[in-house]
């Protein structure tokens, strides 16, 4: 996805001093390469937002106007409101030079400036998705390394069985199934969790309110680790399962180490690198949310906000929202290579 | 260290767990002893600001907020007073005199006439303003005030006057706004003339309103009242059949089933204000009746628009689409739930499901059948093929369209289906024409007028092909002079005459058919709602009336009264310790033998 642009770094090149080690400037080169190549996946980006959503079918005035009786006048004036009665190649330079200065616009259906929502609803998002994210890798690394390292055991065929059936199950069944046992609660079962928002309408104080949003996690969390964490255990236990027979793996045995560090201080490391790239790919998406998720337990997060844009559609937000996801995962992308790079000797001597 | 690992997860769910009871026991303090109503809402804001706000849910809390010059009787749904205690009119019917109830305002600030001349002008000079009820200030010439008397002025006689929908706002607090297209009104408490204050707003999450004690009509009975809001509807079931909502509206026939036999909650299935309406392409004009749009040349004929009414079981629509929780619709669009205005279809005019006559007034009119059963127009070009345009993403839509297709084909006519998103939906179906037959429905006024006037000459799309607010392209000079003359007419049983003569010609006519009323479909907890007063009083509406009757008369049991919901709260906290607890141990017991177990392995 991201090209390397080598003319692009001699500058950031230069400042490296004179003194530093072969590999250290290596490493420094790749990134800035790396760097050069994600600005212009930036750029693009930003160019395709502009063209992709004046695409989109339907006048956003008419829409605005949401059938009521309008008169040419009103819809003249709506439009010079948004500055759509402009030339589109002025509108266009307007954009780029708005978003460079991080300015996304106003949202026609919030009426407030888009990166204030953003602003808003990228803490719930992150706390969400984060959290999600730690414990749906904890959980598939973990199983995927005990399912790996001993293969074809009932614990290898019931977790890796398990986990592909979530992995399966549409998103929104699972979080209403959820949302119905575990929330409403079924027969002598009460609702445990609550399953709207982040927080009650009355929320407590202090402690209390920590707890509250807790809860109010649970059952979001849950779906979203669910649903995901097969990912990470399949990767995790194929790359095991490769490692299981090398060489060096039997010469660790052989020097009498218990199965137990065998596993932990030699496979496991070499196995980790996929994992590794994956989970830094998945964090460039956490900033977009679990829209599906979002939506089901009302989460005011990203994900929810993009589904509001989407649904009245709300042009500026839908734009402002697509392009901070899109240059998250860019940029990740571009972290997950950089690191790479440092925790792989093959790939920096290559 | 797996081991550590394992145990603080363990904590960390178990705390979570019996931390959902202490923090469920918690949240009931600051509510102890007040009384809250919580309503769920499926629909999201649009704004807090009434000059802009157009959304049912916005427009609902603005008039449990904001006092009007008059409001419907709670029992007959004719004008009956509001801040505006009394009112005269000139011989002429161009100027009105309104006289302004003394009362306060909810920051203790009187209410004068002059607050509703301000609300007025400010509509009538600054376009922004106009987003939400621009019509309804079209008619006016000029508006004063003088003390308490607030005098409009008209261009033209009209008769709804009294229906005017514009909540009056208070100038002091409102007459610093300069930017009214950007103005969110997100202040808090609100300054407020209705029962209810608003004092919180979380976008997309809750709206809290408190009584108002300036109220003129007296503080309401309930302490508080929360607008709860959920992204989908089956959220919102869950909420109100686990008790964190006390009423939901705006129910489909498949909700509404998945609540009618809890027994906390009360299912309420009663007339609604709501037609579905099939809009026919007659051939599409703008105002000044130049063709556009590509509708099929056959729709054209009055003959072939009755041949379809004829072909249409609506019986069988209410049955297996809207399952039962629907009215069959003998005439236009005013539902019966307005007894005052609702006219029915009689004798030889009444259209009842006959394919066998839509079949013979089709050969009669020369519309041939072919070898492959589909009729052709008379001048043998073109065939009988029309499009069905739909919304995405409506089951019940694509349902009815599958019906329709199958009535249809009995008479000779192919039906294919269109589905549109609704930005595309509503410029194809009300400004460019490109449709033949297309799916639509209006929540009318306790007032029609609004409703027939989308079907006048002067609503279709401006000669640039832009503007309006259609509903059917009709432009009949019958139906005009109807509509202007209803304009005049004050003697109210006289103008009823007149609007129901105007729902003839729409029958008649079949720019559109109407074919069911749909149920006002809701639900309340029984257990927590003590009284509540629909609007209109002997079987209407709740949340659906959108009126601030029901709002106000609503009566619950205080949080602090161990009610159903703190009993089960108190419980569920227990039961969540007693659960949080066997989870630590269980998980504890587990690892410990998953412990051993796995050094034994490693030792063999």
Excluded at chain 2, 7 to 29: D, S
Excluded at chain 2, 240 to 247: P, S
Excluded at chain 2, 411 to 417: A, D
Excluded at chain 2, 462 to 468: F, H, I, L, T, V
Aim: proline content about 6%; charged content about 20%.
């Amino acid at each position: 996805m991201t090209t390397p642009l080598e003319s692009t770094e001699p500058a950031v090149q230069a400042a490296g001093s004179a003194d530093d080690s072969p590999a250290r400037r290596g490493t420094l080169r790749y990134a800035a390469s790396k760097a050069g190549g994600a600005l212009f996946s930036i750029a693009m980006v930003i160019v395709g937002t502009f063209f992709l959503f004046r695409m989109l079918p339907g006048d956003p005035v008419r829409n605005l106007a949401q059938g009521r009786n309008m008169t040419p006048a009103q819809l003249d004036l709506e439009r010079r409101r948004l500055g759509l009665d402009k030339p589109l190649i002025d509108q266009f330079f307007d954009f780029v030079g708005k978003t460079l200065r991080l300015d996304l616009g106003t949202s026609y259906e919030y009426k407030r400036p888009v990166l204030d929502l953003i602003g808003e609803r990228i803490g719930p998002t992150l706390l969400l998705a984060g959290t999600g994210l730690v414990i749906a890798v904890s959980l598939g690394i973990w199983q995927g390394t005990r399912a790996g390292w001993r293969h074809g055991t009932r614990f290898d065929r019931f977790s890796t069985g398990v986990s592909l059936v979530l992995w399966s199950v549409p998103t929104f069944w699972l979080g209403l199934l959820l949302m119905m046992v575990l929330g409403v609660g079924i027969g002598p079962i009460p609702g445990l969790f609550p399953f709207r928002g982040i927080e009650s309408v009355d929320a407590p104080d202090g402690f209390a309110y920590v707890l509250d949003v807790a809860s109010h996690m649970v059952l979001p969390c849950l779906t979203l680790v669910a649903v995901v964490y097969a990912q990470y255990l399949l990767v995790m236990r194929s790359s095991l399962l490769e490692e299981v027979g090398q060489d060096y793996v039997t010469v660790a045995r052989a020097k009498g180490l218990r199965d137990d560090d065998v596993r932990r201080r030699h496979a496991v490391p070499n196995a980790l690198l996929p994992t590794v790239t994956l989970v830094f790919m998945r964090i460039g998406f956490v900033v977009g949310g679990a829209v599906t998720v979002e939506t089901i337990f009302t989460w005011p997060g990203l994900g929810q906000l993009f589904y509001e844009a989407v649904r009245v559609p709300d042009f500026t937000l839908m734009q402002g929202t697509f392009l901070l996801i899109t240059v998250a995962v860019i940029l990740m992308n571009t972290l997950a290579d950089v690191v790479y790079h440092i925790l792989d000797p093959r790939v920096r001597s290559a | 260290m797996r081991k550590w690992l394992a145990r603080f997860v363990a904590l960390g769910v178990a705390v979570l767990v019996a931390g959902q009871g202490t923090t469920a026991a918690l949240a009931q303090e600051p509510a102890a002893g007040k009384k809250i109503f919580r309503v769920g809402a499926t629909q999201s804001m649009d704004s807090m600001n009434p000059f802009l706000a157009v959304r049912l849910v916005s427009t609902s809390i603005h008039r449990w907020m904001y006092g009007f010059l008059t409001v419907p009787d709670p029992k007959t749904l004719a004008p009956s007073p509001d801040l505006a205690e009394s009112w005269t009119t000139s011989e002429d019917g161009l100027t009105w005199t309104f006289k302004i109830r003394q009362a306060k305002w909810s920051d203790g600030q009187p209410i004068t006439a002059d607050d509703a001349a301000w609300t007025f002008n400010k509509m009538m000079t600054d376009e922004a303003a106009k987003t939400a009820n621009g019509p309804a200030v079209e008619n006016f010439e000029t508006v004063t005030a003088n003390g308490q008397d607030l005098v409009i002025k008209l261009k033209a006689p009209q008769a709804s006057m009294l229906e005017n929908p514009v909540p009056i706002m208070p100038k002091h607090a409102w007459e610093s706004v300069t930017d009214m297209a950007n103005y969110d009104s997100e202040k808090y408490p609100s300054v407020s003339s209705g029962p209810y204050i608003a004092v919180e707003h979380k976008k997309d999450q809750y709206v809290k309103l408190q009584a108002n004690p300036n109220y003129w009509r007296g503080k309401p009975k309930i302490d508080e009242l929360q607008v709860i809001f959920y992204d989908n509807p089956q959220a919102a079931i869950a909420g109100l059949k686990k008790g964190d909502i006390d009423l939901l509206g705006r129910m489909s026939p498949q909700e509404f089933e998945a609540i009618q036999n809890d027994p906390n909650i009360e299912a309420w299935n009663t007339q609604g204000r709501r037609a579905a309406y099939l809009q026919v392409n007659h051939g599409a004009t703008t105002t000044d009746d130049k063709a556009v749009g590509d509708g099929h040349p056959a729709l054209k004929d009055v003959k072939v628009r009755q041949a379809v009414h004829y072909a249409i079981d609506k019986q069988k629509l209410v049955d297996e689409v809207q399952n039962g929780l629907a009215k069959p619709a003998d005439g236009s669009i005013v539902p019966p739930m307005y007894k005052d205005w609702f006219w029915e279809a009689t004798g030889e005019e009444k259209v009842t499901y006959d394919p066998a006559k839509a079949n013979q007034i089709l050969d009669d009119a020369g519309y041939k059948k072919g070898s492959d059963g589909v009729r052709t127009m008379p001048d043998g070009k073109r065939k009988l093929e029309f499009r069905f345009t739909i919304h995405t993403d409506t089951p019940v839509e694509d349902k009815l369209a599958e019906y329709l297709t199958a009535f249809l084909k009995e008479v000779g006519i192919t039906v294919t289906t269109v589905k549109l998103d609704s930005s595309k939906f509503t410029e194809e179906t009300g400004t460019t024409g490109n449709f033949d037959i297309a799916i639509s429905g209006w929540s009318v006024n306790p007032d029609p007028e609004e409703v027939l006037a989308t079907h006048l000459c002067s609503r279709r799309p401006a000669p640039n092909g832009e503007g309006g607010g259609t509903e059917s392209f009709f432009c009949d000079d019958t139906f005009e002079k109807l509509y202007q003359d209803q304009l005049k007419e004050l003697d109210r049983p006289k103008r009823v005459e007149l609007i129901k003569q105007m729902q003839e010609r729409l029958y008649t006519q079949a720019p559109i058919i109407a074919i069911y009323y749909t149920n006002d479909l809701e639900g309340y907890r029984k257990d927590r709602v003590t009284s509540i007063t629909p609007i209109p009083e002997d079987k209407g509406l709740l949340y659906g009336g959108s009126g601030y009757w029901p709002f106000y008369t609503v009566d619950v049991k205080a949080a602090a009264a161990a009610g159903a919901s703190g009993e089960s709260g108190s419980n569920t906290g227990l039961i969540a310790g007693i659960v949080g607890v066997v989870v630590v141990l269980g998980l504890g017991a587990f690892f410990l033998t998953r412990r051993r177990k796995s050094t034994a392995d490693e030792r063999e």
